[in-house]
């Protein structure tokens, strides 16, 4: 009994240790981040150009690029996702091609984001010569997130309990009028919270954008969807491994990786934060 | 009757906007490979799988991508050995052992880790962990396979923990009920009822944690060297399949034979990534545990 | 047993989930202004039955129907019809309360909204009505903005049949109603039917023999698919023409 009791004993250790190790990881590592940057963070700092070979100055362009570069993902993404999320689990026949096409989709979600890239780069700049530009970038963007934001959504509106639907269809009020008035407004939370997920991850992704959108550096905020941008993970990228002052622009270099880490952890927070206030709502 | 029209012209919208979305994403497979094929013209398939010399700016250039794609496996598998016990102990500990409210922080912590842009990661790889690696083991260069697995497997553990976790869960009260009232432990239980019973998503979990290791880039163009060579230890560089294409696609003239074989590169990782998906898929849905009996 | 009186009648009915024959040749005349009731064991096709008249089973996939089933002289299977008409004039109520996640006021508008009842003054009139009819306005007129999901069970379900009738339904079907409900909510119930159907033909499916026969004019026994024996429900339950019949009200099987 008390070799069994031993074990168990051992084996809790090493779980605990396992976890902890991870949330040690994850609070060292933000730590760290946060210690190094902060100093580097002034109002000057975000609301400025790069100056000198952007080695003093801030990252205005950059976090601008990122906004622009997010809410078009999210433009194309959403309605997309949606509508096709709505199609598929609410009007078509459920049977093998709606299976082949959802496998289909979850496997596009999990499809590297430099393959990603390469298709924008294959359809965007160079099959439509758009060139590289925001258009091009959001539109990479979007794609990549489109998997993810039809996923969640077909799960939202499963989520919705058939009963719901059966008795709006009961009172005799018609399939779009139920998807609209009973169906939507329950998935609602959900769809957002994958909606959220999805801004986050286009924030933060880098591959995608290199051969579609970012530029190194540019002289003049972009005055069109034509024009290329900088954006925050390509400056952090740049400024990291390009040019010859990369020990020089370290603080620089950590201000804008905070400034990155806290918008998109800003952004997963308020997901998750969504998410866990439906759970405890939810009474069906 | 005018009611019945609008109704179907809203579902054919819907359908409409689908099949756009799918139209789309399967146009991501056809410009890949119309864009990868034509380097086949110039060097054969299996020259370029298994050929070991990766010289693209060469003259004559040498598109052999073995060594790239040893790259790509040695530092996934190198991952996985660290991320696979991390994983998935720590989905044990939050589905099974943790108390309620440490529970409650673990899993937003995760999920936030899941969410870290993979360039900051590079860049703490890179500012923090090389110099250190180096100082260390006293190496020529902390931008190695070490460096690299390390970082890609704080990446696959999420998704290891995470998908680990949801089956873990969703294993039913009844089966450790049985074995509690068997006079089990709850190690026993844990060891030999719950972790077999939600073994495929557990699986599943790890292939998917794989696949998100294989087709990361940031973390390997930034830490993991850059050595087109066929490492001899794991302080070696590297140079995996997402960091060629990632470094060398800006320099490839448009349409030139390099140009076309990164996208044949990422042919190769998209089907790698796509067999990892599949399978995960398979097994979740082959192996699922049929529920507790209803009556 | 055909009466002058019918508002539904089915005409050899046969109905398929996939290959599965769930009616065969089922044929019935349901009376206006009646209740009948549907009994049988489980799996036997009488909730089919009961979706059957208002399309409901429309909704599954991979389903087929034959025959016909008469409305008031059209059958609603015919090409053309829409059953979201057919469902304005034959209400349901399920066998769990499904209240929507919503107000009590907007759970029982719902419906009328849709069909262009926007007057705030026509709403009011028939929420009270409706709940009136519900015997649930005593109990929640005071607080008809609090979520219809505070309410207990029984409630929910008289909430439910209150929303069915705020369409002013021609028939209210009911699905086994009272079977996720404790006695006292199923007694309620059960006086409710016994007022509603003064106003409305009233079609109950239920697992239980003793509500059937407390509550319906006629009863409808079913065995595996087909209709065994319909009868005014004093008869059926009293001296049943068909052996099998017998055997299930005395508990023989089922």
């Not at chain 2, 448009?254 to 590169?265: I, N, Q, V």
């Not at chain 3, 044929?27 to 009961?50: H, R, W």
């Amino acid at each position: 009994m008390r070799w069994r009791y031993f074990k168990q004993h051992a084996f809790f250790a090493i779980v605990r240790l396992a976890a902890f190790s991870i949330a040690a990881a994850i609070g060292a590592f933000l730590v760290y981040i946060l210690v190094n940057g902060i100093g580097a963070i002034s109002w000057e700092f975000l609301s400025e150009h790069p100056r000198e070979s952007m080695t003093k100055g801030g990252i205005m362009p950059a976090i601008l690029g990122t906004f622009y570069l997010t809410a078009g993902a999210i433009i194309i993404a959403l309605p997309l996702g949606v509508a096709s999320a709505i199609y598929l689990s609410e009007y078509a026949k459920q049977g093998p091609v709606i299976r082949i096409i959802r496998v289909g989709v979850n496997c596009l979600a999990g499809v590297p984001s430099i393959v990603f890239g390469l298709f924008g780069l294959g359809l965007f700049v160079v099959f439509l010569q758009f060139g590289s530009c925001i258009l091009s970038g959001a539109l990479t963007l979007g794609f990549l997130i489109l998997p993810t934001i039809i996923g969640a959504s077909e799960e939202a509106l499963k989520s919705v309990p058939q009963t719901f639907r059966e008795a709006s269809l009961g009172l005799g009020v018609s399939k779009w009028q139920t998807i609209l008035r009973i169906v939507l407004p329950n998935a609602l939370p959900g769809i957002l919270t994958g909606s959220i997920l999805g801004i986050g991850r286009a924030a933060g992704e880098t591959a995608p954008i290199m051969f579609t959108a970012a530029a190194f550096f540019t002289a003049k905020l972009p005055s069109s969807i034509f024009d290329e941008v900088m954006a925050l993970p390509y400056h952090v990228y740049v400024l990291a491994t390009a040019g010859t002052y990369i020990e020089e622009t370290r603080p620089l270099q950590y201000g804008t990786v905070l400034v990155l880490v806290a918008l998109v952890l800003g952004v997963d927070l308020i997901a998750i934060i969504i998410r866990s206030y439906i759970r405890k709502k939810k009474r069906w | 009757m005018k009611r019945k029209i609008k109704e179907t012209i809203i579902k054919n919208i819907f359908l409409f906007i689908a099949l756009v979305s799918i139209v789309i994403l399967a146009l991501i497979v056809i410009f890949l490979f119309i864009e990868g094929i034509p380097v086949f013209k110039v060097v054969s398939i299996k020259d370029f799988i298994f050929g070991i010399e990766w010289y693209p700016t060469y003259d004559p250039p040498s598109f052999g991508i073995w060594s790239l794609i040893v790259g790509s496996f040695i530092v996934t598998l190198c991952a996985s050995v660290i991320a696979i016990p991390l994983g998935v102990l720590s989905a044990v500990y939050i589905a099974e052992i943790a108390p309620p409210l440490i529970k409650e922080v673990f899993k937003p912590v995760v999920e936030l880790l899941a969410g870290l842009p993979s360039v900051v990661l590079g860049f703490f790889g890179m500012a923090v962990m090389a110099p250190w690696l180096q100082a260390t083991f006293d190496i020529p260069t902390g931008l190695n396979i070490v460096n690299a697995s390390m970082l890609l497997a704080l990446m696959a553990v999420p998704t290891i923990a995470s998908i680990s976790e949801d089956a873990l869960y969703s294993v039913p009260q009844e089966f450790k009920e049985a074995s509690y009232a068997l006079g089990a432990t709850r190690f026993e239980t844990i060891a030999r009822v719950i972790v077999p019973a939600a073994l495929s998503g557990i699986s599943t979990a790890v292939i998917l944690g794989m696949a998100r290791a294989i087709g990361e880039t940031m973390v390997v163009l930034m830490v993991a060297g850059g050595a087109a060579a066929i490492p001899e230890s794991i302080f070696d560089s590297v140079r995996p399949m997402p960091a060629s294409i990632a470094a060398e696609m800006g320099e490839a003239p448009f349409r030139s034979d390099h140009y076309h074989a990164l996208f044949a590169t990422g042919i190769i990782l998209f089907g790698l990534t796509l067999s990892f998906n599949l399978i995960a898929d398979y097994v979740s849905h082959k192996f699922k545990e049929v529920g507790s009996a209803t009556l | 047993m055909r009466t002058n009186d019918s508002i539904i009648q089915t005409k050899q009915v046969n109905f398929f989930y996939g290959t599965f024959k769930a009616l065969i040749d089922v044929t019935m005349d349901f009376e206006k202004n009646k209740v009948t009731a549907l009994i049988g064991p489980s799996g036997c096709g009488k909730s089919t039955l009961l979706r059957l008249l208002n399309r409901m089973n429309d909704l599954i996939d991979g389903t087929r129907v034959e025959g016909e089933v008469i409305f008031e002289g059209t059958n609603i299977y015919d090409t053309g019809i829409d059953p979201v008409d057919i469902r304005r004039r034959i209400g349901m109520v399920f066998q769990k309360p499904n209240p929507f996640p919503k107000t009590i006021f907007d759970n029982i508008t719902y419906g009328p909204k849709l069909n262009g009842v926007r007057s705030k003054d026509a709403q009011e009139t028939l929420v009270q009505q409706s709940l009136e009819q519900a015997s649930l306005w005593e109990e929640v007129k005071d607080i008809l903005n609090r979520s219809a999901m505070t309410l207990s069970g029984g409630q929910q379900q008289r909430l439910c049949i209150a929303r069915a009738l705020a369409m002013r339904p021609d028939v209210l079907l009911m699905d086994e109603p009272t079977s996720a409900l404790d006695p006292i909510s199923t007694a309620k119930i059960e006086e409710l039917i016994a007022e509603l159907k003064r106003n409305y033909t009233i079609i109950i499916v239920t697992h239980n023999m003793q509500q059937a026969a407390r509550v319906s004019d006629y009863t409808g026994f079913f065995y595996l698919g087909k209709l065994i024996e319909f009868n005014p429900t004093e008869k059926l339950f009293t001296k049943p023409d068909e052996k099998q019949t017998e055997e299930y009200i005395t508990g023989r099987f089922g």
